[in-house]
């Protein structure tokens, strides 16, 4: 069975080693280049690890930052899925957390 890769997206980090705190620091650099986002979405790219990402933006990043995809882009071991117990009723993982039948008396 093969590992199952993942990755962690280290922007923030490698902006603030070249002293860009601010997520619109971007914007200017990215326009130069003929990338227009908007700050909302330079946000969301800088704050979160973007699932789909275009080509022409990570060459974008990495001529603005001057460095590498290794740098942006670190491949680590994806988390291994834990298996679910059911319990006697069935139900996966809530155990002491189903509710109890009212009686009526």
Avoid: H, N
Wanted: aromatic letters at 4%.
């Amino acid at each position: 069975m093969t590992a199952k890769l993942d990755y962690r997206w280290k922007l923030r980090q490698v902006m603030a080693d070249r002293e860009m705190f601010a997520t619109t620091d971007l914007l200017a650099p990215l326009a130069a280049r003929g990338i227009t986002l908007s700050s909302s979405q330079v946000y969301r790219l800088v704050v979160e690890r973007p699932e789909r990402l275009s080509l022409k933006i990570l060459m974008a990043l990495l001529d603005i930052l001057d460095c590498e995809m290794s740098d942006l882009i670190e491949p680590v071991a994806a988390p291994e899925a834990q298996k679910r117990t059911t319990t006697a009723g069935g139900q996966a993982g809530i155990g002491s957390l189903r509710p109890k039948r009212a009686r009526i008396t």
